[in-house]
């Protein structure tokens, strides 16, 4: 898959990306979110660190998103979605 023209949603990081491990281990997390309205192939999946990748519009998104996602998520749809499809 290519993908091209990313555009910064935002930059992520501060108290509300800390993490602490199951092993004790504790840090931040900084993610930096982009998107693209130029992708072109097929996803392909590298079972070692995914199960499946999946496009979804907006209204059939999964109820079960991670909170940081879901904000990221929230962030891209208020500032950067337009009804097209993309």
Do not use: C, W
């Amino acid at each position: 898959m290519k993908i091209d023209d990313l555009q910064l949603i935002n930059v992520y990081s501060g108290a509300e990306n800390y993490i602490k491990a199951e092993n004790g281990d504790e840090f931040y997390v900084v993610t930096i979110a982009y998107f693209s309205k130029n992708v072109k192939g097929n996803l392909l999946v590298d079972t070692s660190e995914s199960l499946t990748f999946e496009f979804f519009y907006p209204d059939q998104l999964p109820n079960n998103i991670v909170k940081s996602h879901k904000k990221i998520l929230d962030e891209f749809l208020k500032n950067h979605y337009t009804r097209e499809r993309i």
